[in-house]
């Protein structure tokens, strides 16, 4: 069975059938955005905590275009192929993650943020999973075909809701700062539990143990 859904799911990239309904245009507007943030800042920023804003601000723009992947146009004709649905969106998932990864690299390659890169890495991460957890979430318990609408608006939304948040718990600590530690303390909680979520909607719900 595993070689079977792995034969469909070649067939079906090899087709060209999941570019085909893959919604790209707001991941390579947020791309567009990414870099155009970066020429307009990268070289007025001279300071750690100015590296870490600029870079932030890039992995919200970069969250937000990723997580239209996981809209799937074609859900009801996929649902009756060998491949469940754990497997389709783990694909999707996948694609997201290339599409934050590697405009991120470049991204530090662009801003050298030095020591702090790997922590803003982690931020990085957690804004990603935490839109792909709101779109699939969507898709799963409202059925919604263009959950990344919602789920883009969410991570903005997010976004700006922990700049909000008092100094005992701040999210967006500046390198350096008695709070860069346990802020990403909670990045890693925020991870993880955005991570537990995505894998219970990718649970397909037609299947069921067999027992006896």
């Known amino acids: 069975m595993i070689r079977r859904r792995r034969q469909v799911l070649r067939e079906l990239v090899v087709a060209g059938t999941l570019p085909r309904v893959t919604v790209w245009q707001p991941v390579v507007v947020g791309w567009l955005l990414a870099a155009a943030v970066l020429a307009w800042k990268a070289d007025e920023v001279h300071d750690a905590a100015g590296r870490a804003v600029l870079l932030r601000i890039v992995a919200v ?54 020591r702090p890169a790997a922590m803003l890495t982690l931020e990085c991460a957690a804004i990603t999973a935490v839109g792909l957890a709101v779109a699939s979430g969507l898709a799963r318990w409202w059925s919604s075909r263009e959950a990344g609408l919602a789920a883009a608006p969410a991570v903005l939304g997010a976004a700006v809701f922990v700049t ?29 539990l955005a991570s537990a979520v995505s894998f219970v909607t990718v649970r397909d719900p037609a299947q069921r143990k067999v027992t006896g």
Do not use: E, I, Q
Request: net charge positive; no cysteine.
């Open 61 to 114: 723009l970069l969250a937000v275009g990723a997580v239209n992947l996981v809209d799937d146009s074609a859900a009801n004709l996929l649902a009756p192929v060998p491949v469940p649905l754990a497997w389709r969106s783990g694909f999707r998932f996948g694609l997201a993650a290339a599409t934050v990864a590697g405009p991120w690299a470049a991204a530090l390659w662009w801003v050298k943020p030095g």
């Open 164 to 192: 909000l948040l008092p100094p005992r718990w701040s999210m967006f600590a500046a390198p350096g700062d008695d709070a860069w530690r346990d802020a990403h303390l909670r990045w890693a909680a925020v991870l993880a």
